[in-house]
Structure formats: structure tokens, C-alpha cells
T-cell receptor
Framework: DGGITQSPKYLFRKEGQNVTLSCEQN?????MYWYRQDPGQGLRLIYY???????QKGDIAEGYSVSREKKESFPLTVTSAQKNPTAFYLC????????????FGPGTRLTVT | SQQGEEDPQALSIQEGENATMNCSYK?????LQWYRQNSGRGLVHLIL?????REKHSGRLRVTLDTSKKSSSLLITASRAADTASYFC????????????FGQGTRLTINP
């Protein structure tokens, strides 16, 4: 099956710990994105990557880091510097056709206590 | 912020009725898209309308775009209980690479 996978679905961490969220796609898409969604809110862009070994900050990049070493993978690390890390994190990808339609993974719900 | 606004924030109707959601945005766009999100899940793309299009249909969905008013609407006809979800508009601005800017969403509840 083609698509985007995110793991795990639920993640619990203690305050002060870094945590890495996984995002993998087999759609052969060049561009990948990480969003954060808080309860009852829309999506806010954290980081995005249009090509391997390159990525750009989104609107709320502080306290997060990413890497893009492979086309298929775009992991997101939530660092201890992120003040309010508890949220629902969504990964998406898109091809380079110019249509901008994004395909989303199922999301990871991170809870930090 | 370039984030658009959606209206209403929540909408509750009876099954079989039509549901209309509105989206406003701020600067010139390449296209505008609508997505659906079931509770606790990822978003699913519904429809894309380009800046030179005024109306687009897909099944029971009808999207309109008024670039002079910087607004769009999504109409779901003959609603079903399974249409219960949150609906988001997302704009691809002309200046902004391949980024999308999402609205706050409309929470739609269809009552049986």
C-alpha cells in the first residue's frame, strides 16, 4: 500500500527529554512537512523539506529539529527546549507537480508530563 | 500571520440537509484546497480549486472561489452522518513555495 506512516500513534515522555517522531512515505514525493495541531485548532507548520538534505523552518520551528537524509524519511525531534510539546503531530508529503495537494499520515499524539 | 479564517467554527445540522462552510484568506493565491479530518486522524484532501476557477464539483461537494473577496465556500449536499468531521481550508499562496496555510477549521456534526 502506498502512503505515509507515522509511529507511534501515542507517545508519552517526561519533561526534559528529547523525543523523535517517525515519518516515512513510499509515494516517491520530494516534499515533506511537519505540522502541529492543538485541540480545536488548525495546523501550524513546524518544518518542511523540498529535497533530500535540505529543509526550512516553518512558523513554529523553535524547540524542534528535523533531518532529511533519505527521500522516504523525515523524522522530527521535539527537544526539551519546546515549552509546550504536548500536541498532535501530523506529517504530510506532496509531489512536485505543482498541484500542492498534500497527503497526510495518521498522526502521533505526544503527551509530555 | 497569513492564516485564513473559517466560518462558522461549528455547525450542527440534520441528516439530509446541506452544509455550507466559508473560508477567507489574505493575499493572492495559487490555489485553495479543502481537507477533512475525522477525530484523532490525519487530514484527507477533498478538492482543489485554482485561482482562475470559480466553481468546482466533486460528488456531493461544491466549492466556489471569489478572488475579489478573497473567500471560498464548501457546500456538502444531502449530508450523511458519516460527513461528521472537521473541515479545513488551506491556501497555497503565490509567494510561499509549496507551503499551505491552514484555517482553524469548521467542526461539522450531522445529527441522524
Amino acid at each position: 500500500d502506498g502512503g505515509i506512516t507515522q509511529s507511534p500513534k501515542y507517545l508519552f515522555r517526561k519533561e526534559g527529554q528529547n523525543v523523535t517522531l517517525s515519518c516515512e512515505q513510499n509515494l516517491n514525493h520530494d516534499a515533506m512537512y511537519w505540522y502541529r495541531q492543538d485541540p480545536g485548532q488548525g495546523l501550524r507548520l513546524i518544518y518542511y523539506s523540498q529535497i533530500v538534505n535540505d529543509f526550512q523552518k516553518g512558523d513554529i520551528a523553535e524547540g524542534y529539529s528535523v533531518s532529511r537524509e533519505k527521500k522516504e524519511s523525515f523524522p522530527l525531534t521535539v527537544t526539551s527546549a519546546q515549552k509546550n510539546p504536548t500536541a498532535f503531530y501530523l506529517c504530510a508529503s506532496t509531489g512536485t507537480s505543482g498541484a500542492y495537494e498534500q497527503y497526510f499520515g495518521p498522526g502521533t499524539r505526544l503527551t509530555v508530563t | 500571520s497569513q492564516q485564513g479564517e473559517e466560518d462558522p467554527q461549528a455547525l450542527s445540522i440534520q441528516e439530509g440537509e446541506n452544509a455550507t462552510m466559508n473560508c477567507s484568506y489574505k493575499t493572492s493565491i495559487n490555489n485553495l484546497q479543502w481537507y477533512r479530518q475525522n477525530s484523532g486522524r490525519g487530514l484527507v484532501h477533498l478538492i482543489l480549486i485554482r485561482s482562475n476557477e470559480r466553481e468546482k464539483h466533486s460528488g456531493r461537494l461544491r466549492v466556489t472561489l471569489d478572488t475579489s473577496k478573497k473567500s471560498s465556500s464548501l457546500l456538502i449536499t444531502a449530508s450523511r452522518a458519516a460527513d461528521t468531521a472537521s473541515y479545513f481550508c488551506a491556501t497555497a499562496y503565490i509567494q510561499g513555495a509549496q507551503k499551505l496555510v491552514f484555517g482553524q477549521g469548521t467542526r461539522l456534526t450531522i445529527n441522524p
